[in-house]
C-alpha cells in the first residue's frame, strides 16, 4: 500500500542529517511511498499553511549527501508546550502542531533528533495519535541505548583536525594550547578527539580535576625535554568551586562557553607557560560528513523506513554492537549516556599517561 510519510529534523544542526534524509526519501521511493519534508522542525507545522516541501531522490542527485547543515532547517529553541511569546508570555501551542501534522495527512513521521526533540516529539506523537521514529543525531553523542549517532564522528574528526593545526604553533612557540569543544554535558567529544589528536590533558566535566595535577603534568612533559603541551577541554566542565562557564545569547538563550579562557589564565600563572586558547564552537557542526557519518546516516534511514513498514512506532533506530538496531525512543531518552569513567577509552587516556585532571 502506498503511503506518504514526513521527515524533519530537530534540534542543533550536526553534518550527516542531508545523508540520513537522503536514506529516507530513497528508501521510501523504493517502496512507492511519498516523502514530505517538514521545514524549520515543528516551527513548520505553526503556521496556518504547514511549511513543507515534497522531497524526491533526484533532489539528492547532486551535492547534498556531502553537505553538512540540513536542507530542511531546524530549531533548538521554542518548546511548543511552552511557546514563548513575543509578550514575554508562555503559550501551549502544541495543538497548532498536532493540527499541522493531520492537515498533512501523514502515515508517518521520521524525527531526526537528540534527546531534547524526542521528548517533545514523543509528548506531540501521543497527543495527536501520530505514528514516530526516530533517527538519533547529536554532536554531543549523549543519547541512550545507540553507540553512535549522526554528527558525532564528523564532529570528533573536525576537533582532532583542530589539534592537528595547533600543535605546530605549540612547538614553534614553546606554548600550552587550549582547545575547548562542544558536547553539551558529556565529555565525549573532548575524549575522543583528544586522544586521537595526541592531547597530553583531557578534562571532561564527568572527571573533577584539580589544577596541580595539571600543572604537575604539564612540568612533566616540558622535564622530558618537550616545549608544548595540548590540552581539550569540555565545554561544560567547571571550575573548582563547581561554577558553570555560560554565555547569554538573544531572546536569554544560555550556552556553554568560556571555560577554556578561564584555564588558561591558572595554568599560565601556575607553570608559567605561554597558554593559548582556541574555541572551536559551530565548527564542529558544520563540516562535510565524514564517511562513517553518512554510512550510519544510510543506514538509519533505511531502518526508519523499513520500521514503518513494519508498523513499530514510537522506536529509535540505534548503532549496537555492529548492528542497526531498534529501541524505545522513552528508553534512550531515559538513559542518557555521558562518559562512563569505566570507558575503554578512559582507561586507554590513563594508560597512555594522558592527565584527566584527577591524577
Ligand atoms: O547539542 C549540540 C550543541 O552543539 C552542543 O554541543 C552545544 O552546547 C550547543 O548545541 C550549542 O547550541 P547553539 O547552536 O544553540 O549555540
Known amino acids: 500500500m502506498t503511503k506518504k510519510i514526513g521527515i524533519l529534523t530537530s534540534g542543533g544542526d550536526c553534518a550527516g542529517l542531508n545523508a540520513a534524509i537522503r536514506a529516507v526519501v530513497h528508501a521510501a521511493h523504493q517502496k512507492g511511498w511519498e516523502t514530505i519534508g517538514i521545514l524549520d522542525g515543528t516551527a513548520g507545522l505553526l503556521c496556518e499553511v504547514p511549511q513543507v516541501r515534497v522531497l524526491h531522490p533526484n533532489d539528492f542527485d547532486g551535492n547534498i549527501l556531502r553537505q553538512g547543515g540540513t536542507i530542511l532547517g531546524t530549531t533548538n529553541k521554542g518548546n511548543p508546550f511552552a511557546f514563548p511569546m513575543p509578550d514575554g508570555t508562555l503559550k501551549d501551542r502544541s495543538y497548532e502542531i498536532t493540527d499541522g501534522f493531520k492537515k498533512l495527512g501523514l502515515d508517518a513521521v521520521v524525527g531526526i533528533g537528540g534527546d531534547g526533540s524526542f521528548a517533545i516529539l514523543s509528548k506531540l506523537a501521543a497527543q495527536g495519535n501520530i505514528n514516530m521514529v526516530g533517527i538519533p543525531k547529536t554532536i554531543d553523542n549523549d ?6 549517532s549522526i554528527g558525532f564522528d564528523t564532529a570528533v574528526a573536525v576537533a582532532t583536525e583542530a589539534l592537528d593545526r595547533l600543535q605546530p604553533t605549540a612547538a614553534s612557540h614553546d606554548r600550552v594550547m587550549i582547545l575547548e569543544v562542544m558536547g553539551r554535558d558529556a565529555g565525549h567529544i573532548a575524549l575522543n578527539a583528544g586522544i586521537a589528536g595526541g ?6 566535566p564527568e572527571i573533577k580535576y584539580d589544577l596541580d595535577k595539571i600543572a604537575a603534568k604539564i612540568a612533566r612533559v616540558k622535564k622530558s625535554g618537550r616545549n608544548f603541551a595540548l590540552m581539550v577541554v569540555s565545554e561544560a566542565v567547571k571550575t573548582e568551586k563547581g561554577e558553570k562557564f555560560e554565555m547569554t545569547y538573544y531572546g536569554g538563550e544560555k550556552r556553554y562557553g568560556g571555560i577554556g579562557q578561564y584555564l588558561a589564565g591558572k595554568i599560565a600563572d601556575a607553570t608559567e607557560s605561554e597558554t593559548r586558547v582556541t574555541v572551536l564552537g559551530h565548527v564542529q557542526r558544520g563540516s562535510p560528513p565524514t564517511c562513517n ?16 513498514d513494519q508498523k513499530k512506532y514510537n522506536r529509535m533506530v540505534a ?6 538496531v531498534d529501541v524505545a525512543i522513552a528508553d534512550a531518552i531515559a538513559a542518557y549516556q555521558e562518559v562512563n569513567l569505566n570507558d575503554t577509552l578512559v582507561q586507554t587516556a590513563r594508560a597512555l599517561g594522558i592527565c584527566l585532571g584527577d591524577k
Do not use: Y
Not at 143 to 148: D, Q, R, S, V, Y
Open 143 to 148: 543519547i541512550g541505548k545507540t553507540e553512535a
Open 199 to 204: 592531547a597530553d590533558i583531557i578534562l571532561i
Open 293 to 308: 557519518d553518512r554510512l550510519l546516516a544510510s543506514a538509519f534511514g533505511a531502518k526508519a523506513v523499513d520500521l514503518i
Open 319 to 324: 548503532w549496537q554492537n555492529r548492528q542497526i
